[in-house]
């Protein structure tokens, strides 16, 4: 991956405002350039492990840099960061799939579900309930171990969700809101020769995972 996408969101990160935006337009688009097409390269190395992944591009995946202010006490017209989410569907699909995120001193990589809807999250407590030793069997084996961690416990509940019974054995996989997973990446790492090959080799442990929660929806 190029330095000037890191160079870029730096200096956005210090002057996040519309006129330093304009005035340095060019560095941003070849920003934007370099990213997408990281992530055009990434996309067929996905493609070769995870089948669902139709010929989309990375303008169907990447994720606009304006924010939206509307609702949010922060008004910083700019995202300091880039993003792609590649899965069936592109940006705004509502399968399991895998993210890119770039940001200086905060990139990884993730994927899984991220906040699904109560209708969907009901789903997927079922399935892992119904299919608990081959969720388990995911979660723990070695290889993904070894990029992911467990899920974000900050919002896990605190009882079991309504029609599951305290006494099934995993009732803690069971509490969790959000079903994602991330792995954290250095700039250094980024900025090396072999990035790609670890993002691909980083996603294709991450496959059984996903492919558990899109066999749901499938």
């Not at 000037?4 to 969101?9: A, K, Q, V």
């Not at 956005?12 to 340095?24: G, P, S, T, V």
């Not at 996309?43 to 989309?56: E, Q």
């Not at 705004?92 to 770039?102: F, I, K, M």
Request: net charge neutral; with cysteine; aromatic share 16%.
């Amino acid at each position: 991956m190029d330095k000037i996408i890191l160079e870029f969101l730096s200096a956005l990160k210090e002057h996040n405002d519309r006129e330093w935006f304009q005035a340095n337009k060019p560095a941003y688009d070849k920003a934007k350039q370099e990213f997408e097409s990281f992530i055009n390269q990434l996309i067929p190395g996905i493609r070769s492990f995870d089948p669902t992944i139709d010929m989309i591009t990375a303008r169907d995946c990447t994720f606009r840099i304006y924010r939206d202010v509307r609702f949010s006490g922060d008004k910083s017209p700019y995202k300091p960061n880039m993003g792609a989410y590649i899965a069936r569907g592109g940006k705004n699909s509502s399968l399991a799939g895998y993210y890119v995120h770039v940001e200086p001193g905060m990139s990884f990589l993730a994927g899984g579900i991220y906040m699904p809807p109560a209708d969907t999250l009901k789903r997927i407590r079922e399935e892992i309930f119904y299919r608990t030793d081959e969720f388990k069997s995911i979660i723990q084996n070695r290889d993904f171990t070894r990029y992911f961690r467990a899920f974000d416990e900050s919002d896990k509940l605190k009882k079991p969700p309504k029609g599951f019974s305290a006494d099934f054995p995993d009732i803690e996989l069971l509490k969790f809101k959000s079903y994602a997973v991330m792995h954290a990446v250095g700039d250094d790492l980024i900025l090396s020769d072999g990035y790609l090959n670890y993002a691909t080799a980083c996603f294709r442990n991450l496959y059984p995972l996903n492919h558990f929660f899109n066999s749901i929806f499938s």
